[in-house]
């Protein structure tokens, strides 16, 4: 099983920009599609972005399109989500996840492997 781990979190004023890394520790990362999600306080976990493995297809959530970008570097063994144009109501605990092929990649449940989670908080 792929395991996760995600960094990068942190403080920024709205406007601004983080990137989230997420190092996985398997080999064959690459045979996994890797997904984004985050949880806000008091409420339910939140598709993000998603890339598939099969041809690096990727798909987000209407509310970061155009501001967050997924991307892979398969010889690092990493996933980026690069955030920009950061909002307040983007302030959330982000997690890294890994799955096999799926038809909906905005569904959690397809995701087998999952990270601690890192914190973004965005101030007005």
């Known amino acids: 099983q792929v395991q996760v781990a995600e960094s990068g979190g942190g403080l920024v004023q709205a406007g601004g920009s983080l990137r989230l890394s997420c190092a996985a520790s398997e080999r064959t990362f690459s045979s996994y599609a890797m997904g984004w999600f985050r949880q806000a306080p008091g409420k339910e976990r939140e598709f993000v972005a998603a890339m598939r493995r099969s041809d690096g297809t990727t798909y987000y959530a209407d509310s970061v399109k155009g501001r967050f970008t997924i991307s892979r570097d398969n010889a690092k063994n990493t996933v980026y989500l690069q955030m920009n144009s950061l909002k307040p109501e983007d302030t959330a605990v982000y997690y890294c996840?890994?799955?096999?092929?799926?038809?909906?990649?905005?569904?959690?449940?397809?995701?087998?492997?999952w990270g601690q989670g890192t914190q973004v908080t965005v101030s007005s």
């Open positions: 996840a890994a799955g096999p092929p799926m038809l909906d990649y905005s569904d959690y449940r397809g995701f087998s492997s």
